[in-house]
């Protein structure tokens, strides 16, 4: 009896934090770029604490949406690292309270949602999950194996979305909005999700700022967090390589821009996503250590945002 009381502990303990505030929180639970870290294939000194100890390793970037009031739980994104995640959202808010009422995906790059092929027969067989998606995005979906599959099998639901369209979750308000990126195989969206106390916004992948027709500055200080995409730190990060094939905003760039924010504006901002070579993934580093004494947060596992 000892035995088992000390098993599920830890499920109990977790679920404190959501039965004693009944508020809905996002909740990550993987901050890395689309490959994780340590990246396959890399053997790099910077990889090698990767490898080398597991409390170092990070799962590609997702997070969860919890809401106590509805006992129903969702997913921003189905990563590679999906069996990992889906156990830390059990350990967080376990089956038997919360449902798993759907996936919310942004892109169609393989961090992003890979991981639905978990969904499907060969592993967990679920049963309609409701699964969120753009229209090039979703057709994508139905007509391209084996992500089909799970549709014809019924282990997934595509549901519609729209750009700029609200999808009402009890009180909670998801609105997808479309942002520049590499769209070899669907549109790429962040999302705004507005709870009853708090808002957030959520853009994982985005080209640079400058190109976007929407002033990211304005739309940070209209929301309570802003998870941005952080996926280099600065140019010059992969070697020779060059970068402006690559054009996610540098961490550099963006602390420039918002540069005039109030310390209260600042303290918004969560820089997600990082490459395998950004020094960010360290939070001892003196990047990540100047990041915070700047006043900006870097994402971490873990990591609660009432809303």
């Given amino acids: ?41 890399c053997y790099s000194p910077h990889c090698l604490p990767g490898w080398q100890d597991d409390s ?30 889906l156990y830390e ?20 790059h393989i961090g992003h949602y890979t991981g639905l092929m978990f969904f499907g027969h060969e592993a967990m067989g679920t049963s309609a999950i409701p699964v969120f998606a753009m229209p090039r995005f979703k057709s994508f979906l139905e007509t391209n194996g084996p992500w ?16 700029q369209r609200e999808q009402r979750l009890g009180t909670i308000t998801v609105i997808p909005f479309t942002v520049p990126h590499r769209d070899e195989y669907s549109e790429t969206v962040g999302y705004r999700i507005l709870g009853p106390n708090k808002s957030a916004i959520f853009i994982p992948d985005i080209n640079k700022w400058s190109i976007w027709d929407t002033d990211i500055t304005e739309l940070i200080k209209e929301v309570d967090y ?20 690559i054009p996610h905003p540098f961490v550099t760039e963006s602390m420039a821009l918002f540069g005039n924010f109030t310390p ?16 960010l993934l360290n939070e001892e580093s003196e990047q990540a250590q100047f990041v915070r004494s700047e006043g900006f947060n870097v994402a971490r596992e873990g990591i609660r945002l009432p809303l």
Avoid at 11 to 30: K, R, S, V
Avoid at 64 to 81: G, H, M, N, Q, W
Avoid at 89 to 108: I, K, M, N, S
Avoid at 153 to 162: D, Q, R, S, T, V
Wanted: zero cysteines; glycine letters at 4%; proline letters at 6%.
């Fill in 148 to 163: 089909s599959q799970l549709v014809e099998l019924n282990n997934i639901e595509l549901m519609p979305l729209e750009n």
């Fill in 1 to 41: 009896m000892t035995r088992i009381l000390f098993l599920f502990l830890p499920l109990i303990t977790a679920f404190t934090f959501a039965a004693e505030n009944n508020a809905p929180y996002l909740y990550i639970i993987g901050v890395a770029q689309d490959a994780g870290y340590p990246q396959a294939g």
């Fill in 89 to 108: 959202l059990e350990v967080e808010a376990p089956d038997e309270l919360f449902t798993l009422a759907g996936v919310f995906l942004t892109h169609a």
């Fill in 264 to 279: 209260e504006q600042r303290n918004k901002v969560w820089f997600i996503h990082f490459n395998h070579t950004n020094p």
């Fill in 56 to 85: 170092f390793k990070r799962s590609a970037t997702s997070i969860a949406l919890i809401d106590p009031a509805s006992s129903r739980k969702y997913l921003f994104e189905a990563t590679p690292d999906l069996p990992d995640q």
């Fill in 226 to 245: 802003a998870l941005l995409d952080a996926t280099f730190y600065k140019d010059g990060e992969l070697g020779n390589r060059d970068m402006s094939q």
